[in-house]
């Protein structure tokens, strides 16, 4: 798929994502519009994966241990064809499966739960080893937020994942530079995440997580280093693709008024031309 | 530190433990054991001798390790994830939340030394509150093994049983209570002595204390039954609507705080449906001194002498 498609499909996402946030009256947006195009990238470039059989045993597996943009995930799944498209209007819903966030006993392609931050990276740890002891090529992508990287578990799992020199594990850090509160830089300031991964004896790559050429090069198996586990530091906007929440920190989890939905869906719309 | 019985006939269940999951690594190579730099104190030294692949050591690092069995479950392993309990139990609970319980994930954990199994190594080592902890999560079976024979069984139930479970294992020596053919019922209590006047329910190392308390009661004319429940959750309410039905009064006794374990859930029971006395012997809400493990049971009251007397006691408050 060309990085213009990929483009496309980002932009319709992005625009679902917007209006699901606007209806349910909830949602992480800022990060959803952050996270949006290295989903799209790997869901429809990278990833083997079948929504026919979405237990297949030789499916590349995918975590979101940022699990609070769940709506991104679900919506590239729907998009994929793993859940209707017309259940995304259930988001947050009474009983719907969409909750905020992901579950894999309800929502087909969801491979573990997260939402408590710092668990993805542990469990992708475990699914890399058990390729490694079955020899098997499949592949294991975890997406983190930037500030959950100040979850310690985050920091044991690099550990293992050196040690057992999983080179089929990929870490992508979502680096908006902003979490919940502030930045990170205000917080607790991990930045920068390449030296820190390297010394723990990582392949580390730096893209523009917007992208779509950038992302897909540094996802595929041609970048990496046989035995070292590969981290993508994905530089990256909260709320990109829309003017007024990019790089805003209010837009953590801000529900757009109808004028702020009207302009936001007609910036995604006008870049979508 | 052993229980107050011939040294001769007392074994560790870890030796048990590790004997059967080695001989059920060898038919199903897709068992792997996970664990904490635990490796001698989980005495997994000959699985790894013999699976060498198959220990997965994550180092000092729990909240890891369990995740890491979600996702060697997720890969198609059968984790077994082994290490000390306070610290798989206390340190990696969201975790076993989680990614195993929550995300019914085929993750068996294990905790090794529970209770108060490292009585002299002060309460950051014991293991008191496991029960109560992982009994409040749904899908995560707790099961806590009387005799080495027990401790066979259910580790060979875990391996058939899809989804996770914690197995509560101690190091304290114990008697066998159970015939080598035993085979182990999740959510069955089993009879080891039956009687008329009073019930004692145990689990753990406490079961053979409280089949020596009903010798001792029986010498003084009182026919005490006594249930092994080493199931916790789900639990056999029928074998507690019985006992209450046919002896009119409950003790319950365990290796942890009486505040959310073994005792409370039969109280649950108890109150929801068979009203009788009940009495909950534990360790009462506190952190335990030092001390060996059997002399912090005889501490709290729970030589086989004093669970008889308790029983006595609770006797008089019968209708």
């Known amino acids: 798929m060309t990085p213009a498609e990929l483009r496309r499909i980002a932009n319709r996402i992005r625009r679902r994502d917007v209006q699901a946030v606007f209806e349910a ?20 470039h990278e990833l083997s994966v079948d929504p026919a059989d979405p237990l297949d045993p030789e499916r590349d597996r995918l975590i979101l241990s940022k699990g609070h943009t769940a709506l991104a995930l679900y919506i590239v799944l729907s998009e994929k064809g793993f859940i209707p498209k017309q259940e995304i209007s259930t988001f947050l819903g009474h009983r719907s499966r969409l909750n905020g966030h992901p579950n894999r006993v309800y929502v087909p392609g969801v491979e573990t739960n997260t939402g408590p931050l710092g668990h993805g990276l542990p469990v992708g ?46 870490l992508i850090i979502d680096h908006n530079r902003l979490q919940q509160g502030a930045s990170l830089a205000d917080t607790n300031e991990l930045a920068p995440f390449a030296p820190k991964l390297a010394a723990f004896g990582w392949h580390v790559e730096e ?5 779509p050429a950038g992302i897909c090069r540094a996802v595929s198996r041609a970048t ?23 790089d805003n920190v209010a837009w953590h989890h801000k529900v757009p008024n109808v004028e702020q939905y009207e302009q936001a869906m007609a910036e995604l719309a006008e870049a979508a031309e | 530190m052993n229980a107050p019985f011939d040294a001769a006939q007392l074994h560790d269940c870890r030796d048990a433990f590790v004997a059967t999951l080695e001989a059920l690594a060898e038919a199903n190579k897709h068992i792997v054991a996970v664990c904490n730099d635990s490796v001698g104190s989980s005495k997994l030294v000959g699985f790894r001798d013999r699976f060498p692949d198959r220990l997965i050591n994550v180092g000092i690092a729990e909240q890891n390790m369990v995740g890491v069995g979600a996702g060697l479950a997720n890969g198609g392993k059968v984790p077994y ?40 190594l002060g309460a950051t080592h014991h293991s008191i509150e496991d029960f ?36 509560r294992l101690s190091r304290m020596g114990v008697p066998d209570l159970f015939p080598a053919d ?27 204390r409280a089949v020596m308390a009903a010798t001792l009661l029986a010498s003084q004319g009182v026919s005490a039954r006594v249930l092994n429940m080493a199931s916790v959750r789900p639990m056999d309410a029928q074998a507690i609507q019985s006992a209450a039905r046919d002896t009119g009064a409950i003790l319950t006794c365990e290796e942890h705080t009486i505040f959310g374990g073994l005792g409370s859930a039969v109280a649950e029971v108890v109150v929801d449906s068979c009203p009788v006395p009940m009495t909950r012997l534990g360790v009462p809400g ?11 049971l005889d501490d709290f009251g729970m030589s086989p002498e004093a669970i008889a007397s308790s029983a006595t006691t609770l006797m008089k408050r019968k209708a």
Not at chain 1, 25 to 44: K, N, P, Q, R, W
Not at chain 1, 224 to 246: E, Q, R
Not at chain 2, 139 to 160: C, F, M, S
Request: aromatic share 8%.
């Open chain 1, 224 to 246: 990496g280093t046989p035995d070292k586990p590969k981290c993508i530091v994905a530089h990256t906007n909260k709320g990109h693709g829309i003017s007024f929440m990019s």
């Open chain 1, 125 to 170: 740890v475990g699914m890399a080893k058990a390729a490694k002891l079955d020899r098997r090529s499949w592949r294991t992508f975890v997406i983190t937020g930037d500030g959950e990287m100040q979850e310690g578990s985050n920091w044991e799992a690099i550990m293992t994942a050196a040690q057992f020199r999983l080179d089929n594990l990929t």
């Open chain 2, 132 to 167: 109560a902890w992982i009994r409040a999560l749904p899908n995560v079976p707790v099961i806590a093994p009387a005799d080495r024979v027990e401790t066979a069984a259910a580790v060979t139930w875990a391996a058939q049983h899809v989804g996770g479970c914690f197995l």
């Open chain 2, 182 to 208: 035993h085979v182990f019922e999740l959510g069955k209590a089993n009879l080891l002595r039956d009687g008329g006047d009073v019930t004692i329910i145990a689990n753990g190392v406490l079961a053979h």
């Open chain 2, 81 to 120: 994830v082994c290490a000390a309990s306070p610290f798989l139990t206390g340190r990696a609970l969201e975790q076993i939340k989680a990614d195993v319980a929550y995300s019914r994930t085929n993750v068996k954990l294990v905790g090794i030394s529970s209770g108060m199994a490292y009585g002299e």
């Open chain 1, 25 to 44: 009256g909830a949602g992480h947006i800022g990060g959803e519009m952050s996270v949006i195009d290295l989903l799209t990238c790997l869901y429809f």
């Open chain 1, 207 to 211: 893209i523009d997580g917007h992208d």
């Open chain 2, 286 to 296: 506190v952190f335990a001194h030092t001390g060996a493990a059997n002399q912090l």
